[in-house]
């Protein structure tokens, strides 16, 4: 049975940051893609970032490149969010997902999900 946990969210201030994690099982890690999503309130949920197989390449969203950076460890099952100068437009429910497709945006292409976790931004 594959699982995606996320883990790192919480309340801070705009400025600040935050590194969100998403630990992984029941699937070989190192062949799926991972990304991250976010839903923010009353908005649809929007691809953030996600990171090769290997580790060696990476896209982001426009609202997000050089603010934010995604990041895996293979040896951990375990890809990284690492959130710099967090506005209030970052609140969202944050989810970690894996595909076998590399290079699209689109949540279809993703196989597996977490359950999310709330990072929310204050001004």
């Known amino acids: 049975q594959v699982r995606l946990v996320e883990s790192g969210g919480g309340l801070v201030q705009a400025g600040d940051s935050l590194r969100l994690s998403c630990a992984a099982s029941?699937?070989?890690?190192?062949?799926?893609?991972m990304g991250w999503f976010r839903h923010p309130p009353g908005k649809e949920r929007e691809f953030v970032a996600a990171?090769?197989?290997?580790?060696?390449?990476?896209y982001y969203a426009d609202s997000v490149k050089g603010s934010f950076t995604i990041s895996r460890d293979n040896t951990k099952n375990t890809v990284y969010l690492q959130m710099n100068s967090l506005k209030p437009a970052d609140t969202a429910v944050y989810y970690c997902?894996?595909?076998?497709?590399?290079?699209?945006?689109?949540?279809?292409?993703?196989?597996?999900w977490g359950q999310g976790t709330q990072a929310t931004v204050s001004s």
């Open positions: 997902a894996a595909t076998r497709t590399w290079g699209g945006v689109s949540s279809i292409l993703y196989d597996y």
């Open positions: 029941g699937l070989t890690f190192s062949r799926y893609a």
């Open positions: 990171v090769k197989w290997s580790g060696d390449s990476t």
